[in-house]
T-cell receptor, first 117, second 115 residues
Framework: DADVTQTPRNRITKTGKRIMLECSQT?????MYWYRQDPGLGLRLIYY???????NKGEISDGYSVSRQAQAKFSLSLESAIPNQTALYFC????????????????FGPGTRLTVL | AQSVAQPEDQVNVAEGNPLTVKCTYS??????LFWYVQYPNRGLQFLLK??????LVKGSYGFEAEFNKSQTSFHLKKPSALVSDSALYFC?????????????FGTGTLLAVQP
């Protein structure tokens, strides 16, 4: 979805390096999410934010941190990258103002492929 | 705890034949159920959802899914598969009674449609 962008799209880094993945959205949604995708494991939630002042851990937050700089921006950081953080990372958004059931529809960015050597 | 199971890692079907991608769920209370599709090098795209009402839900690209409460299933179906349907399909669930708005995704099923 072009309304949710992620940078970089691909990144190769070394163990111990600090990495930041960025997500921006022009959809005006209040809720943003970070997932990682691993083969055979599907998508797992790392962190989510329901507004700028609200940050919540997901099921696999260890080794990650996030920053919600503005409603439109949600960054994911790996303070000291390790090889098992090699994965495909997705940002997603949803809109509580859509009302009722629409708030559960999530809109995904194109993903960032991260390789940690 | 909420969970979603997609028992098949891969489904192979010939073009023109009907296809089914299976999903079962476990939640406390009544579920919200979703199907998403991921094409190569793309993010996930919403296909369809079940919230309430008719057990047969119609979605994008000719797909439909049937909610079966007694079998706790939400299988994705299409009467006639296209080669362009080849992609990775994810089932997801959100507990209607839950305090958060998180979706729990299954592990994904790769659909391969042969010409």
């Amino acid at each position: 979805d072009a309304d949710v962008t992620q940078t970089p799209r691909n990144r190769i880094t070394k163990t111990g390096k600090r990495i930041m993945l960025e997500c921006s959205q022009t959809k005006g949604h209040d809720r943003m999410y970070w997932y990682r995708q691993d083969p055979g494991l599907g998508l797992r939630l790392i962190y989510y934010s329901f507004d700028v002042k609200d940050i919540n851990k997901g099921e696999i937050s260890d080794g990650y941190s996030v920053s919600r700089q503005a409603q439109a921006k949600f960054s994911l950081s790996l303070e000291s990258a390790i090889p098992n953080q090699t994965a495909l990372y997705f940002c997603a958004t949803s809109d509580i103002r859509a009302g009722g059931t629409r708030e559960h529809e999530q809109f995904f960015g194109p993903g960032t492929r991260l390789t940690v050597l | 705890a909420q969970s979603v199971a997609q028992p098949e890692d891969q489904v192979n079907v010939a073009e023109g034949n009907p296809l089914t991608v299976k999903c079962t769920y476990s939640v406390s209370g009544n579920p919200y159920l979703f199907w998403y599709v991921q094409y190569p090098n793309r993010g996930l795209q919403f296909l369809l959802k079940y919230i309430t009402g008719d057990n047969l839900v119609k979605g994008s690209y000719g797909f439909e899914a049937e909610f079966n409460k007694s079998q706790t299933s939400f299988h994705l179906k299409k009467p006639s598969a296209l080669v362009s349907d080849s992609a990775l399909y994810f089932c997801a669930v959100r507990d209607r009674g839950g305090a958060t708005n998180k979706l729990i995704f299954g592990t994904g099923t790769l659909l391969a449609v042969q010409p």
